[in-house]
């Protein structure tokens, strides 16, 4: 199994900027793709960015040109940093890594950290 734990959150004015971090254990982290979800009071969890395993990265059109998505390995951690962010990104933040094998989705979930974007 693997483990994550996310980091970075906290309040921020529009136009900042924060970056999340989420470090992983328990398992080989390097095979795994890695997700960052969030969300919002009253709405649905909704994917923000991902990164595969092979370093391919991709965006909601809501966050993309903001968000930047990316891992180290060595260090067991994907980062996400958030910049030019607005009210509508006050989220809870997760965590999530991924594998499919033999045609199983095994996936894993952080606790989640907390972004508020407010003046």
């Known amino acids: 199994q693997v483990q994550l734990v996310e980091s970075g959150g906290g309040l921020v004015q529009p136009g900042g900027s924060l970056r999340l971090s989420c470090a992983a254990s328990?398992?080989?982290?390097?095979?795994?793709?890695m997700l960052w979800y969030r969300q919002a009071p009253g709405k649905q969890r909704e994917l923000a960015a991902i990164?595969?395993?092979?370093?391919?990265?991709n965006y909601a059109d809501a966050v993309k040109g903001r968000f930047t998505i990316s891992r180290d390995n060595a260090k067991n951690t994907v980062y996400l940093q958030m910049n030019s962010l607005k009210p509508e990104d006050t989220a809870v933040y997760y965590c999530?890594?991924?594998?499919?094998?033999?045609?199983?989705?095994?996936?894993?979930w952080g606790q989640g950290t907390q972004v508020t974007v407010s003046s």
């Open positions: 328990g398992s080989i982290f390097s095979i795994y793709n």
């Open positions: 990164i595969t395993n092979g370093g391919i990265t």
């Open positions: 999530n890594a991924v594998r499919v094998v033999a045609g199983s989705v095994h996936t894993f």
